[in-house]
């Protein structure tokens, strides 16, 4: 494939405002109690989530879109995941599932994951564990004793299972929180080195957990852990590209994929401690959207404006024409809220032709020149007119 053509399919890719990414709360219900949680507000033990029926009304009335990423509670408390992705797949042709879990059920989760990799081999099924540090210290921030154990357990269970089903794959999520900041760099390399997972992601903490505490991670520990997990998603990354891709086409997915994840880094890291703007358009209301479990409908997890889906005998493309979700997702071009949420951030850098074709090749190129971290992960980089405190002229 010559670059003219690579070219060609990066820019197709752009497909301009279309919609990309349900996000989609199937069950408010959830056996852990994490002290992390941004949506524990709205977990109870009835929130048991649309029913099926009302399901096939929703998913019959949105377009075609690429990727259905579940939320919850905890998603595999549903024995009818399947029959929920089913029908994802069939009205609207994901490609991609994403399933969020715990992990505290390992036969169960890995009996839902053998059926949803089944549904079609074309269909990506990605398992997401959610594992923020070895043992003793992941059971006290999910506040379940043996949590970390049954997460292992469901790991390895899904990672016997890719054997026979190569849509199937395992990632690793962790949660980086003020509790967790020296462990978590160790843990990603044990990770790496037992090769547990396909990939592992690490998301800063986001909106308003129960313990608020939690949310203090300074600048500078921020830095080092995103310096020091890079490497190991890289590797991740370079993988990935070679398994899904050849030639110039893999090279060109392993640049964009790193000066990406370090776009998505640069940008997480300026919020989260200095509270500033994205340089690119946010396409919440656009190519993504949220359901809650009620029916709720948003164009985010973060902002609280919402429409019901009930209101609209469960027509999505109603609830999401209607004036509330319209002059939401006009706000949100605004950068009045901008966040660091990972889905957010990556699906509008997706869409930004400057962040795509000019950000990520250079901070990439910045990556391996070893210039990156002190020019773009400092505050003196980032407020380049201040002098670093106790130095004067
Ligand atoms: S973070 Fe997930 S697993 Fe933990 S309490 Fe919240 S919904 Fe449940
Ligand atoms: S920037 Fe604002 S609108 Fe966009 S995802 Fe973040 S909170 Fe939502």
């Not at 957990?209 to 997990?229: D, F, N, T």
């Amino acid at each position: 494939m010559n670059s003219l053509r690579v070219l060609k399919r990066e820019l197709s890719s752009m497909r301009n405002n279309s919609f990309e990414m349900l996000i989609f709360f199937v069950t408010g219900r959830c056996n852990a109690k994490c002290h992390h949680c941004f949506y524990w507000e709205n977990l109870g033990p009835t929130h048991v989530g649309l029913s099926l029926e009302k399901i096939e009304k929703v998913a019959h009335s949105m377009p075609n879109f690429g990727t259905l990423l579940l939320s919850g509670g905890e998603p595999t408390l549903r024995s009818d995941l399947p029959e929920i992705i089913k029908i994802f797949r069939r009205n609207n042709n994901i490609r991609n599932v994403s399933v969020p879990t715990n992990g505290l059920l390992p036969e169960r989760i890995a009996d839902l994951a053998e059926r949803i990799a089944q549904i079609d081999p074309e269909m990506y099924v990605t398992f997401n564990l959610s594992i923020d540090g070895f043992s003793e210290l992941h059971d006290q921030i999910r506040g379940v004793p043996g949590n970390y154990d049954s997460a292992m357990k469901t790991l390895r269970k899904i990672n016997e299972l890719e054997q026979d089903y190569p849509n199937l794959r395992t990632y690793v999520n962790s949660v980086i929180c003020a509790d967790n900041l020296e462990e978590i760099v160790p843990f990603a390399n044990f990770v790496r080195e037992e090769r547990l997972a396909d990939a592992h992601y690490f998301e800063i903490i986001r909106g308003d957990p129960p313990e608020v505490r939690l949310k203090a991670v300074p600048p500078e520990k921020l830095s080092y852990i995103y310096e020091s997990v890079t490497p190991i998603q890289e590797y991740y990354l370079s993988r990935d590209a070679k398994r899904r891709r050849q030639g110039l086409m893999a090279a060109w997915r392993y640049i964009s994929d790193v000066g990406n994840l370090l776009n998505k880094y640069r940008h997480q890291w300026r919020i989260h401690s200095y509270d500033t703007q994205w340089d690119f358009t946010c396409m919440a209301g656009e190519s993504i959207g949220v359901i809650d479990y009620n029916g709720q409908t948003r164009i985010c997890e973060l902002r609280e404006d919402n429409v019901n889906l009930a209101d609209f005998d469960y027509d999505f493309s109603k609830a999401w024409d209607s004036v509330t979700l319209r002059r939401e997702a006009t706000i949100a071009k605004t950068h009045t809220c901008d966040c660091t949420h990972t889905c957010f951030i990556n699906t509008s850098m997706r869409q930004d032709f400057s962040a795509r074709f000019w950000d990520a090749p250079w901070l990439f190129f910045k990556y391996k020149i070893g210039k990156i971290w002190k020019d773009e992960f400092t505050i003196d980089s980032y407020y380049p007119h201040q002098e670093p405190e106790g130095i004067t002229n």
